[in-house]
């Protein structure tokens, strides 16, 4: 849109479509590799993962500002997207966490785990 009509982009990035980090496992057929054991298997997603990269990457650079969430979301976007440190900012949350973290069953192990679900 950037291009085409001169519009404004802003990203807010919670998580990276794609990272380095989704590459670099293919080769450990962990997590969602377990179908690309073969080698033929591991070049076609190794290819589709560098032109989803690519995509990815070319998009990102049309932003006029970003903001990420964390410092990992951070390193990601600015190796992806170009680290330029006047178009992007990392916003951490805007809340003191310790709160959560001293209630993590970690902390409590008397605390029930349980699942809530909202759509």
């Known amino acids: 849109m950037r291009a085409l009509f ?3 982009v802003l990203s807010y990035t919670h998580y990276p479509t794609i990272s380095s980090d989704m590459f670099k ?12 054991a073969s080698f033929l298997g591991r070049l076609v997603k190794k290819t589709y993962y560098f032109f989803l990269m690519l995509v990815y990457s070319l998009c990102g650079r049309f932003a006029n500002v ?5 410092s990992w979301t951070d390193r ?4 992806l997207w170009g680290d330029s440190e006047e178009h992007i900012t990392l916003i951490y949350p805007p809340c003191d966490t310790q709160d959560l973290v001293d209630s993590s069953p970690l902390h409590n192990p008397r605390r029930r785990n349980a699942v809530m679900s909202c759509a």
Do not use: L, P, Y
């Open 6 to 8: 001169g519009c404004k």
């Open 25 to 36: 496992q293919i080769d450990t057929n962990q997590f969602n590799n377990k179908h690309a």
């Open 66 to 70: 970003v903001a990420t969430n964390s």
């Open 76 to 79: 990601h976007i600015r190796a």
